[in-house]
Each structure stands twice: as C-alpha cells, then as structure tokens.
C-alpha cells in the first residue's frame, strides 16, 4: 500500500535560519515559518489562529537559505513531515515534528538597501533541494529512468 507524506506552506519567517555542518560534513539550516488561518465565527466575529512550523533544510538548499532568507521574509516552503525523539541531558524525552523542505520559493524581495529601489512587484524564486536528505542521491533516480528506456519529454509534445 502506497503512503504520502507532503507538506505545503506559505507563510513568514519567524527567525532568521541558523546553519550548523554535521559531523559527516553535511550543511543543516534550521528556521521557523509561521502560517495563519482566518475564519468567522458562530458570532460574525473574525478569529485567526497562528500555527509555528520548524523547518530543517540540508545541503545546498541549506546554504541557499541561509544566505537569502531573513526573519519577515515570505516563502513557500514544500517538504515532507518528520519527528524527532530525543532524551535530553536530564532525562526528560522531548518530541519535535519538522517540515524537510526540498524546495523553497522566496515569495517577495529581499529586503532593500537605500541606494537601490525597484516599483516592480514580488519576484518569486525557486530553489529546489539539491537533495532531499542527505543520504538520498537525486541523480541516481533520474538515471535509473533513463536506463528503464524512458524518453525525454520536449516542450513542444506536451499539448497545452
């Protein structure tokens, strides 16, 4: 039986991401992303509940990250879901659920110094995870495809 884990966000940066290098030499950026949920109540009242999500990028994506993401700043955020548990110093067992991006999308400018200015609107980038984790190999998936005999899809056959 097939399984799916994906994780979707848009939302601002609730602190700008910390880099840390495994010991294995692996990047590993950590961050926080807040994401809001507007609705009306029973009473006509407008509510609006915060969710804080924890966001952990490894790799090139980490260092891309690390070099164009702020605190404030908006993104798309697409991953997976994963726990962690751990048992701290003390004795107490902690529990925290992650979102393993593998791709980020900056959803609006860096932010400006004075001495350049720009009227045109947001310009989303995209940054997709050089891997997923660190011990998956994205090129060894895109060759074992080719190796099956699939052919590549051009532009021009796709019809719309």
Known sequence: MMSLN?????????????????TSGQTVAN???AT????????????EKTEFHNI????????????YLVKGRRVFIEGRLQTRDWETQDGQKRTK??????????????PQTQSSSSASGPAPTYVPAASSAPTVDPSASLMAGSAMGEKEIKVEDIPF
Do not use: Y
Not at 6 to 22: F, V
Not at 36 to 47: E, F, I, L
Not at 61 to 66: P, S
Not at 97 to 110: F, G, K, Q, S, W
């Open 56 to 67: 952990v990028a490894w790799a090139k994506l980490a260092e891309i990250c690390g070099q």
């Open 36 to 47: 809001s949920s507007v609705w009306t109540d029973a009473a006509g009242q407008r509510q």
């Open 6 to 22: 994906r994780a979707q966000i848009i939302g601002n940066l609730t602190r700008d991401p910390e880099l840390r290098t495994t």
């Open 97 to 110: 659920t992650e979102i393993v991006a593998e791709n980020v999308i900056m959803l609006d400018r860096p």
């Open 31 to 33: 961050f926080g992303v």
